[in-house]
Protein backbone atom coordinates (compact mmCIF):
# COMPACT_ATOMS: atom_id res chain seq x y z
CA UNK A 1 0.00 0.00 0.00
CA UNK A 2 1.00 3.74 -0.74
CA UNK A 3 0.85 6.55 1.18
CA UNK A 4 -0.31 10.05 -0.36
CA UNK A 5 1.59 13.39 0.94
CA UNK A 6 -0.02 16.98 0.68
CA UNK A 7 1.73 19.98 0.99
CA UNK A 8 -0.37 23.08 0.79
CA UNK A 9 1.71 26.67 0.75
CA UNK A 10 0.08 30.31 0.14
CA UNK A 11 1.34 29.67 -3.85
CA UNK A 12 1.46 25.93 -4.62
CA UNK A 13 -0.22 22.67 -3.48
CA UNK A 14 2.41 19.87 -4.15
CA UNK A 15 1.94 16.29 -3.57
CA UNK A 16 3.46 12.79 -3.42
CA UNK A 17 3.02 9.06 -4.28
CA UNK A 18 5.17 7.74 -1.50
CA UNK A 19 5.80 3.62 -2.46
CA UNK A 20 8.01 3.05 0.91
CA UNK A 21 10.85 5.61 0.82
CA UNK A 22 10.33 5.94 -2.64
CA UNK A 23 8.52 8.77 -4.35
CA UNK A 24 6.49 7.00 -6.80
CA UNK A 25 4.62 10.10 -8.22
CA UNK A 26 4.31 13.74 -8.06
CA UNK A 27 1.88 16.40 -8.89
CA UNK A 28 1.54 20.18 -8.27
CA UNK A 29 -1.55 22.72 -8.43
CA UNK A 30 -1.66 26.40 -7.64
CA UNK A 31 -3.41 27.14 -4.85
CA UNK A 32 -6.23 29.42 -4.95
CA UNK A 33 -5.57 31.17 -1.92
CA UNK A 34 -7.50 34.20 -2.81
CA UNK A 35 -10.36 32.14 -3.74
CA UNK A 36 -12.16 30.81 -0.41
CA UNK A 37 -11.91 27.26 1.39
CA UNK A 38 -14.43 25.52 -1.15
CA UNK A 39 -11.66 26.56 -4.04
CA UNK A 40 -8.81 25.57 -1.46
CA UNK A 41 -10.40 21.68 -0.72
CA UNK A 42 -11.32 21.32 -4.60
CA UNK A 43 -7.75 21.89 -5.56
CA UNK A 44 -6.26 19.60 -2.39
CA UNK A 45 -8.98 17.00 -3.96
CA UNK A 46 -8.16 17.22 -7.43
CA UNK A 47 -4.60 16.67 -6.32
CA UNK A 48 -5.28 13.64 -4.08
CA UNK A 49 -7.28 12.24 -6.92
CA UNK A 50 -4.56 12.23 -9.19
CA UNK A 51 -2.48 10.81 -6.84
CA UNK A 52 -4.49 7.97 -5.95
CA UNK A 53 -4.85 7.24 -9.95
CA UNK A 54 -1.20 7.40 -10.14
CA UNK A 55 -1.19 4.64 -7.30
CA UNK A 56 -3.38 2.38 -9.24
CA UNK A 57 -3.98 0.60 -6.14
CA UNK A 58 -5.52 1.57 -2.67
CA UNK A 59 -4.04 4.14 -0.70
CA UNK A 60 -3.60 3.58 3.05
CA UNK A 61 -3.27 6.98 4.70
CA UNK A 62 -2.96 10.52 3.60
CA UNK A 63 -1.06 13.04 5.21
CA UNK A 64 -0.97 16.95 4.81
CA UNK A 65 1.16 19.83 5.77
CA UNK A 66 -0.24 22.90 5.57
CA UNK A 67 0.24 26.79 5.84
CA UNK A 68 -1.69 27.84 9.10
CA UNK A 69 -2.05 26.73 13.01
CA UNK A 70 -3.29 23.26 12.29
CA UNK A 71 -4.33 21.15 15.65
CA UNK A 72 -2.58 18.05 14.79
CA UNK A 73 -4.83 15.64 16.67
CA UNK A 74 -8.14 16.90 15.10
CA UNK A 75 -6.45 18.10 11.53
CA UNK A 76 -8.45 21.75 11.88
CA UNK A 77 -7.23 25.06 10.81
CA UNK A 78 -7.43 26.84 14.18
CA UNK A 79 -5.97 29.96 12.25
CA UNK A 80 -4.26 30.93 8.89
CA UNK A 81 -3.68 34.27 7.42
CA UNK A 82 -4.96 35.43 4.02
CA UNK A 83 -2.31 34.15 2.13
CA UNK A 84 -5.11 31.33 2.09
CA UNK A 85 -8.62 33.06 2.42
CA UNK A 86 -11.41 31.01 3.90
CA UNK A 87 -8.74 28.79 5.41
CA UNK A 88 -9.57 29.71 9.11
CA UNK A 89 -11.71 26.81 10.83
CA UNK A 90 -11.35 24.66 7.86
CA UNK A 91 -11.64 20.51 8.95
CA UNK A 92 -8.65 19.29 6.98
CA UNK A 93 -8.79 15.93 8.37
CA UNK A 94 -12.88 15.61 8.38
CA UNK A 95 -13.22 16.31 4.84
CA UNK A 96 -10.15 14.53 3.19
CA UNK A 97 -11.52 11.50 5.60
CA UNK A 98 -15.44 11.83 4.06
CA UNK A 99 -14.05 12.32 0.41
CA UNK A 100 -11.66 9.27 0.33
CA UNK A 101 -12.18 7.12 3.67
CA UNK A 102 -8.61 6.43 4.26
CA UNK A 103 -7.13 8.08 8.04
CA UNK A 104 -6.16 11.39 6.85
CA UNK A 105 -3.51 13.52 9.29
CA UNK A 106 -2.82 16.96 9.52
CA UNK A 107 0.29 19.23 10.76
CA UNK A 108 1.48 23.02 10.11
CA UNK A 109 4.07 23.37 6.70
CA UNK A 110 7.05 24.19 9.11
CA UNK A 111 6.27 21.34 11.36
CA UNK A 112 6.39 18.65 8.87
CA UNK A 113 9.06 20.75 6.42
CA UNK A 114 11.00 20.34 9.88
CA UNK A 115 9.71 16.45 10.38
CA UNK A 116 10.85 15.98 6.85
CA UNK A 117 14.48 17.15 7.16
CA UNK A 118 14.83 15.25 10.65
CA UNK A 119 15.02 12.04 8.91
CA UNK A 120 17.95 12.90 7.46
CA UNK A 121 19.81 14.23 10.60
CA UNK A 122 17.59 11.68 12.94
CA UNK A 123 20.58 12.29 16.05
CA UNK A 124 19.39 16.04 16.51
CA UNK A 125 17.21 17.15 19.16
CA UNK A 126 17.18 20.38 19.49
CA UNK A 127 16.85 22.34 15.85
CA UNK A 128 14.59 25.18 15.08
CA UNK A 129 14.11 25.26 10.96
CA UNK A 130 12.81 28.77 9.55
CA UNK A 131 11.68 28.51 5.77
CA UNK A 132 11.36 31.46 3.48
CA UNK A 133 8.70 31.68 1.25
CA UNK A 134 5.71 33.31 0.46
CA UNK A 135 5.68 33.89 4.25
CA UNK A 136 8.24 33.02 7.06
CA UNK A 137 7.40 29.67 8.53
CA UNK A 138 9.05 28.80 11.67
CA UNK A 139 8.86 25.22 14.13
CA UNK A 140 11.07 24.00 16.89
CA UNK A 141 12.13 20.53 18.30
CA UNK A 142 12.88 21.17 22.10
CA UNK A 143 14.55 18.49 23.89
CA UNK A 144 13.14 15.70 20.97
CA UNK A 145 9.30 16.64 21.07
CA UNK A 146 7.55 19.67 18.42
CA UNK A 147 7.29 22.62 20.51
CA UNK A 148 3.39 23.38 20.06
CA UNK A 149 2.23 25.93 23.23
CA UNK A 150 -1.16 25.67 24.27
CA UNK A 151 -2.58 26.45 20.98
CA UNK A 152 -0.47 24.79 18.40
CA UNK A 153 0.98 28.19 17.51
CA UNK A 154 4.56 28.02 19.42
CA UNK A 155 7.77 28.11 17.70
CA UNK A 156 6.33 30.82 14.73
CA UNK A 157 9.02 32.72 14.37
CA UNK A 158 7.90 34.27 11.23
CA UNK A 159 5.99 36.82 13.55
CA UNK A 160 8.65 37.57 15.74
CA UNK A 161 8.61 41.44 16.04
CA UNK A 162 12.26 42.68 14.47
CA UNK A 163 11.06 46.52 14.05
CA UNK A 164 8.23 48.01 16.12
CA UNK A 165 6.04 50.22 13.81
CA UNK A 166 7.84 48.36 10.89
CA UNK A 167 6.09 47.05 8.00
CA UNK A 168 2.32 45.69 7.98
CA UNK A 169 2.45 42.03 8.41
CA UNK A 170 -0.19 39.36 6.96
CA UNK A 171 -1.46 38.36 10.39
CA UNK A 172 -2.18 42.21 10.85
CA UNK A 173 0.82 43.38 13.29
CA UNK A 174 3.43 45.29 12.25
CA UNK A 175 7.20 44.76 11.74
CA UNK A 176 7.08 41.04 11.95
CA UNK A 177 9.97 38.83 10.85
CA UNK A 178 7.95 37.78 7.23
CA UNK A 179 7.34 41.34 6.67
CA UNK A 180 10.99 41.36 5.99
CA UNK A 181 12.23 38.13 5.51
CA UNK A 182 9.58 36.05 3.19
CA UNK A 183 10.12 36.16 -0.58
CA UNK A 184 7.35 38.32 -1.03
CA UNK A 185 9.19 41.33 1.35
CA UNK A 186 12.39 40.37 -0.16
CA UNK A 187 11.32 40.89 -3.80
CA UNK A 188 9.26 43.93 -2.42
CA UNK A 189 12.48 45.29 -1.30
CA UNK A 190 14.30 44.59 -3.97
CA UNK A 191 11.72 46.44 -6.55
CA UNK A 192 12.20 49.58 -4.16
CA UNK A 193 15.63 50.78 -5.70
CA UNK A 194 15.41 48.54 -8.49
CA UNK A 195 12.06 48.64 -9.71
CA UNK A 196 12.33 46.43 -13.44
CA UNK A 197 13.19 43.20 -10.92
CA UNK A 198 11.57 39.87 -11.96
CA UNK A 199 11.92 37.50 -8.66
CA UNK A 200 14.11 36.88 -5.44
CA UNK A 201 16.92 34.86 -7.47
CA UNK A 202 17.60 37.62 -10.06
CA UNK A 203 17.88 40.14 -7.18
CA UNK A 204 20.49 37.34 -5.66
CA UNK A 205 22.07 37.27 -9.08
CA UNK A 206 23.05 40.56 -8.72
CA UNK A 207 24.34 41.07 -6.14
CA UNK A 208 26.72 38.64 -6.59
CA UNK A 209 27.90 40.75 -9.57
CA UNK A 210 28.53 43.24 -7.12
CA UNK A 211 25.49 45.21 -8.31
CA UNK A 212 25.55 48.03 -5.68
CA UNK A 213 21.67 48.42 -5.33
CA UNK A 214 21.05 44.69 -5.18
CA UNK A 215 23.73 44.35 -2.41
CA UNK A 216 22.34 47.03 -0.03
CA UNK A 217 19.13 44.85 0.08
CA UNK A 218 21.05 41.66 0.33
CA UNK A 219 23.49 43.16 3.01
CA UNK A 220 19.29 44.76 5.12
CA UNK A 221 18.13 41.37 4.37
CA UNK A 222 21.36 39.53 6.55
CA UNK A 223 20.97 42.22 9.19
CA UNK A 224 17.02 41.34 9.87
CA UNK A 225 17.75 37.57 9.66
CA UNK A 226 20.69 37.93 12.27
CA UNK A 227 18.63 39.86 14.51
CA UNK A 228 15.73 36.52 14.33
CA UNK A 229 18.41 34.02 14.45
CA UNK A 230 19.69 35.87 17.72
CA UNK A 231 16.27 35.97 19.18
CA UNK A 232 16.19 31.83 18.34
CA UNK A 233 19.27 31.66 20.21
CA UNK A 234 18.52 33.79 22.98
CA UNK A 235 15.64 31.54 23.52
CA UNK A 236 16.11 28.17 22.66
CA UNK A 237 20.09 27.75 22.16
CA UNK A 238 19.83 25.05 19.48
CA UNK A 239 22.25 23.04 18.26
CA UNK A 240 20.82 24.14 15.10
CA UNK A 241 19.67 26.00 12.53
CA UNK A 242 18.20 24.84 9.34
CA UNK A 243 17.05 27.34 6.52
CA UNK A 244 14.92 26.33 4.27
CA UNK A 245 12.41 27.76 1.49
CA UNK A 246 13.23 29.31 -2.12
CA UNK A 247 14.72 32.27 -0.36
CA UNK A 248 17.36 29.79 1.04
CA UNK A 249 18.52 28.57 -2.08
CA UNK A 250 20.06 31.39 -2.45
CA UNK A 251 22.36 30.99 0.81
CA UNK A 252 25.58 31.27 -0.92
CA UNK A 253 24.87 35.01 -1.20
CA UNK A 254 23.75 35.86 2.08
CA UNK A 255 25.57 33.38 4.52
CA UNK A 256 28.87 35.09 4.26
CA UNK A 257 27.08 38.46 5.58
CA UNK A 258 25.58 36.54 8.74
CA UNK A 259 27.33 37.52 12.27
CA UNK A 260 27.65 33.69 13.22
CA UNK A 261 27.28 30.72 10.98
CA UNK A 262 28.54 27.82 12.82
CA UNK A 263 24.91 26.39 13.41
CA UNK A 264 23.17 26.81 10.63
CA UNK A 265 21.84 24.50 8.07
CA UNK A 266 21.06 24.32 4.72
CA UNK A 267 17.74 22.06 3.86
CA UNK A 268 18.37 19.25 1.88
CA UNK A 269 14.88 18.30 1.21
CA UNK A 270 14.57 21.39 -1.04
CA UNK A 271 10.77 21.94 -1.89
CA UNK A 272 10.44 18.36 -1.10
CA UNK A 273 10.40 18.43 2.24
CA UNK A 274 7.07 18.87 3.05
CA UNK A 275 6.12 16.30 1.30
CA UNK A 276 8.17 13.82 3.31
CA UNK A 277 7.30 15.78 6.79
CA UNK A 278 3.54 15.00 5.83
CA UNK A 279 4.68 11.68 4.90
CA UNK A 280 5.79 11.28 8.39
CA UNK A 281 2.32 12.08 9.63
CA UNK A 282 0.76 8.89 8.47
CA UNK A 283 4.02 6.32 8.47
CA UNK A 284 2.16 4.63 10.94
CA UNK A 285 -0.30 3.19 8.59
CA UNK A 286 2.32 2.29 6.12
CA UNK A 287 3.95 -0.42 8.24
CA UNK A 288 0.09 -1.43 9.78
CA UNK A 289 -0.58 -2.24 6.64
CA UNK A 290 2.87 -4.04 5.79
CA UNK A 291 2.66 -6.00 8.93
CA UNK A 292 -0.32 -7.38 8.22
CA UNK A 293 0.81 -9.01 4.77
ZN1 LIG B 1 3.11 38.72 11.39
Redo the contacts with the bound molecule.
Keep these: MSLIAIDIGGTTVKGALFCGDRIAAERALPTPGQEGRDAIFRTLFALIDGLAEDAGEGVAAIGISSAGNIHPASGVCLYA?DNLMGWTGADIRGEVERRFGVPCRADNDAVCALMGELTLCPGLRDVTMLTFGTGVGGASLVNGSILRGQNFDAGRW??VCLHPQGER?????RG????YLSATALLRRGRERIPALSSCKELFELAGRGVAEACAVVKAFAADLDLLLDDIRTVLAPERIILGGGVAQSAPLFLPLLQRQDDILLAQLGSRAGVYGARSLVIDYDNAKENEQ
Excluded: F, N, R, Y
Design positions: TGHCSCGKCAEA
